[in-house]
Structure formats: structure tokens, C-alpha cells
């Protein structure tokens, strides 16, 4: 466990609320899925436990080379996301770094975006409808040897373990940024990719998971995504997020009609909303949803789901607040 500070933790290996007060008590916690190797433990616990610093690192400046900023400024790039709030912060992400963008929503329209269109870079889902990013690469990649030529492609995902890792490699993806993505690690892995730096993935972990404080949200996980402390930015941006949440609730519910395999995605998607908004406590729910589906646990799924209105009614009322403060 190099380079990790010693923190406490509770393992909380079910979503009962009880077990998230228990992990505020000690400090933090995690959630560690049933289906998690033992010899991946090091790196996904790294993954899940980062340094306190996050934010000094934020206001003090970003450490990417500044002549590599100069050289992705005006490139142009892809972004395959589906989800409403995910696509305006990675939007404004790109902006602030002088990077410009096209959106899409799957992997098709993906394919036809990148058949008309030029761009440098790709930036893609995983998991997404109608075509995956998985697939979207491996027919990129296929149409490629015919052509000749290889754009980057760059995962974005909210899972963030090694074998998701892997799977992403073994799909023709050059590099991987496990989300929340903070603008500086973006930056980094843009300037590596676009701005003559080294070639060589270093596959890009995720930002501090977790909430210790116990907020519904922590701000400061979407100020450091956003590269800015702007209170009215960030308001709007969680306006979008509480109606792309209860829209996304309401998915999951009709999700579970329809099998576990439609829940399991569904929660995924609606994971990686939350924790790129800063709802970290909701976002783990939905992590504990994904799993427990993935595992066919239909009894423990229900358990999880009964705690899901709670904990997405205490984010409506912390963004409700804030916005009223931003507003005054």
C-alpha cells in the first residue's frame, strides 16, 4: 500500500443506512463488491482512498506542463456520454482547457460522428444504449485496418478496477480515467495523448469516492471536476443533476421489471451521475445496486432500493439550500 495515508476505515459490505452512519463514525468507508480479487486489492483500495490534498492541488494550479496546454488548445474531440450531466461538465471541462467537442450519445452515433467529422482525440463511455464503448471500439478499431491511421480513445467509466481496466484495453482503448474525472487529471491524460507527451497509458484513477463529512453533497468534488469555485456554475449544474437524478430513479425502477441485467445498468449509469455530481452517499447506493444485481440478489436489491428515496430526497434539499444561498 504505497503512498496511501493512513485513514480509518469500515468496510460496509451492505447499503443499510446504519452501516453509513457506522463508516462516518471511523472517518470514511468504502464499498468493496463481493466479486472484487484478493490480488487486486491494493490498487482498488488506492483507487478508493486518495490524499486530502485534492483541493489545495486545485487552487494552487495544475501541475501538467504548461507548453503540453498550449499544444491540445484548439484540438477538437469526441465525447461519447449519455448522460445528461456527465456530457455539460466533461463540456466544460474541455472548454476551460481550450479544447473543443462534439457530443454523442451512443456508440452509433459515435461511429457516424467520426466518419463525417475530424477529430484528435476520442473521449468514450463504457457503458452506454444502443451500442457500448466497447463495441464502439472495437469497430472503430476494425474500420481502422482498412483505412489506415488510429485516433486515441480513451476510456471514461465509472468502474474503477483493474479488470475493468483490462476489459478496456483488451477493447482497442489506449488509456482509461476512472470518473469522477478531475480537470487535471483530463488535462493530463489530453496533454499526453494531443501534446506530444509520452504515449504510455498511466491509467488514471478516480478522485476521493467518499464522502467523511456525511453531506448529501460535497461541492468540492464538483469545484475540482469543474476546475472552478464559480457558486453559480455549480448550482446549475446540480439543478441538472437533481432532475437528471429523478429521472434516473425512475429508471432504475423500471429497470427492475425487466431483470437484473437491466437493473445492474441501470444503476451503473445512475452511479457514475451521482459521484460526478458530488453525491457521494447516493452514488454508493446505486454501486451497492449494481452489485447485489449483478449478483441476481433480488432480496438484498430491494433492500438497497428502499434506501435510495431517502438519500436522493436529502440531495434535493441540500441543492435546494445551496441554490437559494447562491441566489441571495
Known amino acids: 500500500m504505497r503512498d496511501l495515508n493512513a485513514v480509518p476505515l469500515a468496510h460496509v459490505a451492505k447499503a443499510d443506512p446504519a452501516d453509513w452512519r457506522t463508516g462516518l463514525r471511523v472517518g470514511t468507508f468504502i464499498l468493496l463488491p463481493n466479486r472484487i480479487e484478493t490480488q487486486f486489492l491494493d490498487l482498488n483500495l488506492e483507487q478508493f482512498v486518495r490524499d486530502g490534498g485534492a483541493r489545495e492541488r486545485r487552487l494552487s494550479g495544475n501541475t501538467t506542463d504548461a507548453q503540453d ?22 463540456q466544460r471541462q474541455l472548454r476551460k482547457l481550450g479544447v473543443s467537442c462534439s457530443i454523442a450519445a451512443d456508440g452509433v452515433e459515435g461511429l457516424e460522428k467520426h466518419a463525417t467529422e475530424k477529430f484528435d482525440l476520442i473521449l468514450c463511455d463504457c457503458s452506454m444504449p444502443v451500442m457500448n464503448g466497447f463495441e464502439f471500439t472495437r469497430i472503430l478499431r476494425e474500420k481502422e485496418r482498412d483505412s489506415g491511421g488510429r485516433i486515441p480513445v480513451i476510456a471514461m467509466t465509472a468502474n474503477a478496477f483493474r479488470e475493468d481496466m483490462e476489459k478496456c484495453f483488451a477493447a482497442g482503448m489506449d488509456d482509461f480515467l476512472s470518473k469522477p474525472v478531475t480537470l487535471q487529471r483530463l488535462a493530463s491524460v489530453l496533454a499526453r495523448w494531443m501534446g506530444g507527451g509520452e504515449r504510455q497509458s498511466k491509467a488514471s484513477n478516480g478522485t476521493n469516492q467518499v464522502s467523511p463529512t456525511g453531506k448529501a453533497v460535497n461541492v468540492d468534488i464538483l469545484a475540482e471536476l469543474l476546475g472552478t469555485d464559480d457558486r453559480d456554475l455549480i448550482a446549475s449544474i446540480l439543478g441538472e443533476f437533481v432532475e ?31 459521484r460526478n455530481a458530488g453525491a457521494a452517499i447516493l452514488g454508493d447506493l446505486y454501486a451497492a445496486l449494481e452489485s447485489a444485481a449483478k449478483s441476481d440478489d433480488d432480496r438484498e436489491a430491494g433492500r438497497i432500493m428502499k434506501a435510495i428515496p431517502e438519500e436522493l430526497e436529502r440531495v434535493e434539499g441540500f441543492v435546494g439550500d445551496y441554490q437559494q444561498v447562491s441566489a441571495a
Not at 72 to 89: A, S
Not at 252 to 274: C, F, I, P, V, Y
Open 69 to 90: 496546454l498550449t499544444a491540445i488548445k484548439g484540438k477538437r474531440v469526441l465525447v461519447l456520454e449519455d448522460r445528461i450531466v456527465n456530457q455539460t461538465i466533461v
Open 244 to 274: 437528471a437524478a429523478r429521472l434516473s430513479w425512475t429508471q432504475t425502477q423500471e429497470a427492475r421489471d425487466n431483470g437484473m441485467a437491466a437493473l445492474a445498468s441501470a444503476a451503473h449509469g445512475a452511479k457514475g451521475e451521482a
